[in-house]
């Protein structure tokens, strides 16, 4: 039973799919639960830090409040004290000028003065005399019992920071500079009398023509009364910022301060804590966070109620906690333990759910998919032998069966085709320092797709010669390293040609891990022994939009730079080696980030660090390295071009590079690259799968590759069109004389003997001006590729191309062009 295809494909699709579901349950639960449980202790750590900086930013304010209130209330007691000086300035002009006796006018300023108020009657003025080693009081309102007194009581020694007589320091002051501030203790007037000494700042002035001082102050406590003002509007703020922090179901955010008292709480503000026991413990809870509070980045765990279940002190909290001393403020950032876990759980109901929905799909579609593959797959195999063997050379790869096998059938002729161009392409960059250093390798990593390809082959051949049905999975992943190895060596010829040749970017999701991954094993075949590699692979997808063979490029460079440093350019004598290491590291930028980066933005970023351990740079140096023709090494070592390529290539990713080095200590370049958000990552995964589009008409195909021919042949008839071909330029222009009436499009090739793609194109265009021409190149930056798009061809499709590819080509041809 189990000898029949159908029915194993249909036994191992239902194996993994409930080995899969099975392997959710115990292993992705677990998984997302420590991940959620990580992310919702950084969400409370950057919230606490956020708001902890905020009331930082805050407490700034209020004492720049509270000097600012200072400053002005000095600035009115000194005009205050201006206009008591004008009215005795008054006074004494009426004894000066004999309207009135000296006494007289005295005694008129002393009641004008005595009767001044301000401040709802708090404030009021008093004068007394310069004598020494006392003055003498001569009003004061509030005290009146000291007029006429000589101030020598040791109760005046009040004056605060000096331990000296207030109003010998007003006499000190004033006769030295003609006015001054003072501070010192002195009871306060209320509407129920007197109060106790408190804090008060006076202004005096002299008077010298009488040798009088005129003073007044403001009591400390009526600013500090617009400091608290200020402060609980701090908390009203906070309280706000507080209650749209979103922390899963029930988390808050709360302060308590010092004397344990709750500032902002969803249910206790206001109340006392300090009775509350830790059931976890049996101690003091706000004791506990208050020593927690001295280690700040290691969360706190404590039993506590919930809102709907205020009676019930059994839910574990995990908590981080921040202390602010200046205003004796505990700030703590709380969540319920079990609320981060649920979603895990929650995704294990659904992944159990859409398992059962699985196995239905995967069993239609098991039995959709168990057709005959064995023909095409032996017709890849022996066309594999044969390149094997040396027998064919041109990519005469047979295509048919399957879209898989097609597809699979075109990229191996492809391949074989790009392989040979490629050898052309190496021998040309002989003079480029890239490919210099890494032929070796790029020969060696060819082999193993080469392996990769005819040994699966040879597999399947022996499992077809033995009798032995093949499982549809097996095929499949047998299919897929073809595939992948082929998909492999076509993007390293277009990674060699962009070596020499800006191309334009083809951006796709992309592992930053994998990108490090290809590097390392180039490095590994290609650098000198005594270097030894250390990959650092992310725990996770490193996921990017971007052009892997670019990115793959501007790595390699790093790569091979710092080998350099390690080698080439240390000083004659010394040894050669050192430590290379290639890390990924993710990275959330914030606004000082953004302020000492000018190219970076806010948001998350994938960090590719390449550290070496060679020869550095000195700044001089480092300030010129992107810069085009600019190198370190010796003359013929490097054309100084691979940097400054680099720099360019990250730039259009919207990234940027970072270079941290030290001489003879070595050198750290970081590349920074935007992370693909959740939201993108999830907007890829619902794309529908493309649909390839179908045509009619006759299509002249002119290339003087036949496999290339055949392959375009089965591509074009595949989705409805009718094909003629000629293996080159002269044929072709024979067969378009002939049959020019009847064709609707020619796929020309551009690089072809005897008569070129640009000699064939003018010569068709000449017999029919409105002729729809697809151009086909293996290198789409070539001069003549221009030249023939300037002169009218209206699309490019470059080699290899894939099934998809031809489709969509000449549908776009015929929909944009009539």
């Known amino acids: 039973m189990l000898k029949s295809l159908k029915v194993r494909i249909l036994t191992g699709i239902l194996g993994i799919v409930l080995l899969t579901n099975i392997s959710n349950m115990f292993l992705v639960q677990k998984t997302t639960e420590n991940v959620l449980y990580e992310a919702q202790k950084d969400n409370a750590f950057n919230q606490i830090n956020t708001v902890f900086l905020n009331v930082e930013n805050q407490y700034e304010s209020i004492l720049f409040h509270r000097d600012s209130s200072l400053e002005r209330r000095k600035s009115e007691l000194k005009n205050l004290n201006t206009i008591a000086l004008t009215i005795v300035q008054d006074s004494y002009n009426d004894f000066t000028e004999g309207r009135l006796s000296e006494e007289a006018a005295q005694k008129q300023a002393i009641r004008h003065i005595k009767d001044m108020r301000y401040?709802?009657?708090?404030?009021?003025?008093?004068?007394?005399?310069?004598?020494?080693?006392?003055?003498?009081?001569?009003?004061?309102?509030?005290f009146p019992e000291l007029d006429g007194t000589i101030l020598d009581s040791p109760d005046f020694n009040k004056a605060m920071g000096m331990d000296k007589n207030l109003f010998v320091a007003f006499v000190d002051v004033c006769l030295k500079q003609g006015e001054g501030y003072v501070d010192y203790l002195w009871p306060k007037p209320t509407p129920d009398g007197l109060t106790e000494e408190q804090p008060k700042l006076s202004y005096g002035i002299l008077f010298e023509e009488w040798n009088w001082i005129i003073g007044t102050g403001v009591y400390i406590d009526d600013i500090e009364k617009d400091v608290q003002k200020r402060i609980n509007a701090v908390l009203a703020e906070l309280k706000t910022t507080f209650s749209k922090v979103d922390y899963l179901d029930n988390g808050y955010m709360f302060i308590f301060n010092g004397e344990k008292q709750f500032l902002i709480h969803p249910?206790?503000?206001?109340?006392?804590?300090?009775?509350?026991?830790?059931?976890?413990?049996g101690k003091p809870l706000m004791e506990e966070q208050i020593a927690a509070s001295r280690t700040p980045e290691i969360?706190?765990?404590?039993?506590?109620?919930?809102?709907?279940?205020?009676?019930?002190?059994?839910?574990?909290?995990?908590a981080y906690i921040r202390y602010f001393e200046p205003l004796d403020w505990y700030i703590v950032s709380s969540v319920y333990i079990d609320e981060i876990l649920n979603p895990a759980r929650e995704l294990t109901r659904r992944i159990i759910l859409f398992s059962v929905v699985f196995i239905a799909a995967a069993v239609i579609l098991s039995l959709i998919l168990s057709q005959n593959l064995t023909r095409p797959l032996q017709k890849l195999m022996m066309a594999a032998r044969e390149i094997e063997k040396g027998e064919s050379t041109d990519g005469e790869i047979p295509v048919s069966g399957t879209m898989e096998?097609?597809?699979?059938?075109?990229?191996?002729?492809?391949?074989?085709r790009s392989i040979n161009k490629a050898g052309d392409q190496l021998r040309r960059a002989q003079k480029m320092e890239t490919v210099g250093t890494l032929a070796g390798g790029l020969a060696h990593d060819f082999n193993n797709m080469l392996g990769g390809i005819i040994g699966t082959l040879s597999l399947i051949e022996n499992r077809l010669e033995s009798d032995d049905c093949i499982e549809k999975e097996t095929?499949?992943?047998?299919?897929?390293?073809?595939?992948?190895c082929s998909l492999r060596a076509a993007n390293m010829?277009?990674?060699?040609?962009?070596?020499?040749?800006?191309?334009?970017?083809?951006?796709?999701?992309?592992?930053?891990?994998?990108?490090?991954?290809?590097?390392?094993?180039?490095?590994?075949?290609s650098f000198d022994k005594s270097i030894q590699l250390n990959p650092v692979y992310l725990n996770r997808p490193a996921l990017i939009r971007a052009d892997g063979s670019q990115i793959e490029q501007s790595l390699l460079n790093f790569c091979i730079n710092a080998e350099h440093a390690m080698t080439l350019m240390r000083s004659k004598g010394e040894s050669w080696g050192g430590l290379l290491t290639v890390s990924i590291d993710p990275l959330t930028t914030d606004d000082y980030f953004c302020q000492i980066h000018p190219e970076a933005r806010l948001g998350d970023y994938y960090v590719l660090s390449v550290k070496d351990t060679g020869v550095g740079m000195d700044m001089t140096t480092v300030a010129k390295i992107f810069n085009p023709f600019f190198t370190t090494k010796k003359k013929g070592e490097g054309s100084g071009l691979g940097l400054s390529m680099v720099y360019n290539i990250i730039k259009q990713h919207d990234g940027f590079i970072?270079?941290?080095?030290?001489p003879d200590v070595g050198t750290n370049m970081k590349i920074f690259l935007p992370a693909l958000s959740q939201d993108e990552i999830e907007e890829m995964k619902k794309r529908s799968p493309k649909v390839i589009p179908r045509g009619e008409g006759l299509i002249l195909v002119v290339d003087d590759e036949k496999a290339m021919r055949q392959t375009a042949q089965e591509i074009?008839?595949?989705?409805?069109?009718?094909?003629?071909?000629?293996?080159?330029?002269?044929?072709?222009?024979?067969?378009?004389?002939?049959?020019?009436?009847?064709?609707d499009a020619v796929l020309l090739d551009m690089a072809m003997p005897e008569m070129s793609g640009k000699e064939c194109f003018i010569e068709m265009k000449a017999i029919d001006p409105s002729l729809k021409v697809v151009l086909t190149s293996g290198f789409r930056q070539d001069e003549r590729v221009n030249d023939l798009m300037a002169m009218g061809v209206k699309v490019f499709v470059q080699k290899p191309y894939t099934f998809e590819n031809l489709a969509e080509v000449f549908h776009r041809l015929f929909k944009e062009n009539g």
């Not at 008839?717 to 080159?728: E, Q, S």
């Open 119 to 142: 401040d709802k009657d708090v404030g009021y003025f008093w004068i007394n005399d310069t004598g020494r080693p006392f003055p003498r009081m001569i009003m004061h309102p509030t």
């Open 299 to 318: 969360p706190f765990e404590y039993i506590w109620n919930k809102p709907q279940y205020p009676d019930e002190y059994r839910f574990w909290k995990l």
């Open 493 to 525: 010829v277009q990674q060699l040609l962009s070596l020499s040749r800006k191309q334009e970017m083809t951006l796709t999701q992309l592992d930053l891990n994998t990108i490090i991954k290809n590097v390392m094993k180039i490095c590994q075949n």
């Open 405 to 416: 096998t097609m597809e699979l059938g075109i990229i191996l002729g492809n391949m074989i």
């Open 475 to 484: 095929l499949d992943s047998y299919v897929e390293i073809m595939k992948d």
């Open 658 to 662: 970072d270079v941290y080095t030290e």
């Open 716 to 743: 074009l008839t595949t989705n409805g069109y009718r094909v003629l071909m000629a293996h080159n330029g002269i044929e072709g222009l024979d067969q378009f004389k002939e049959h020019h009436n009847e064709i």
């Open 267 to 281: 249910s206790l503000e206001g109340t006392d804590g300090s009775g509350r026991i830790n059931p976890a413990t």
